[in-house]
């Protein structure tokens, strides 16, 4: 079980930093090429994390000092409210989303790190050679919107549930579940509530299959 979650938690990273149409040499990456790969996309998220978090704070002190030339009111006071939550959540999603990516290395030395390994790059080949079958199964389950309006990690979370419920045969229950703690890990709000929509209704459509 354990292996299996790490290579398909190394398989989204590695997803980040490879061309949507790119597959040459895959089964010439090492492990140690697989993780760079993961750090690089890892520490890329996270500091798009940041970002965030510093634009919301500065968001908060531009109310304030907006507030100091107008009667402050119940709105003004608000908006600064909800900047500073927003600020104080993204920072502990970085928080938590480092202290996670610290195990990755423990976890590996713990696991059999070939068939992780191999589990991750099995995943990322079949996304990208069957990417078009994939896409068009989650198009279907989509309601008002497209798969391609998603951002970059949400799209691959769900191309990886889409490959574990029908080329790997994973159990259902047990592919969405890994997915969304996926999304929880690694999307925001916005992004998991998607996720688990489109997981649920996958998880509904007994007839889904891959050219």
């Not at 409210?81 to 959540?89: P, T, W």
């Not at 690694?186 to 209704?201: A, C, E, P, T």
């Amino acid at each position: 079980m354990q292996s299996r979650s790490l290579a398909r938690e190394l398989a989204l990273l590695v997803l980040g930093q490879i061309p949507e149409r790119e597959s040459s040499r895959l089964k010439t990456i090492s492990l140690e090429s697989l993780l760079q790969k993961a750090f690089d996309t890892l520490s890329q998220h996270w500091r798009e994390g940041l970002d965030t978090c510093a634009v919301e704070l500065e968001n908060a002190q531009q109310h304030l000092l907006d507030s100091e030339f107008q009667d402050r009111d119940a709105s003004s006071t608000s908006q600064v409210r909800e900047h500073l939550q927003a600020c104080l959540i993204g920072a502990e999603q970085v928080i938590n989303g480092v202290s996670t990516s610290l195990e990755i290395p423990r976890l590996l030395a713990l696991g059999n790190q070939e068939q992780i390994r191999l589990g991750a790059l099995e995943r990322v080949r079949l996304v990208i050679e069957k990417r078009n079958s994939i896409d068009a199964s989650i198009d279907a389950v989509m309601e008002g919107w497209r798969l391609s309006r998603l951002p970059r990690i949400d799209r691959d979370i769900l191309r990886l549930a889409v490959v574990d419920l029908t080329a790997l045969q994973t159990p259902s229950a047990v592919a969405c579940n890994e997915a969304v703690e996926l999304a929880h890990r690694y999307s925001d709000d916005q992004g998991r509530r998607m996720i688990n929509g489109v997981l649920r209704r996958l998880h509904d459509a007994s007839t889904v299959t891959l050219a």
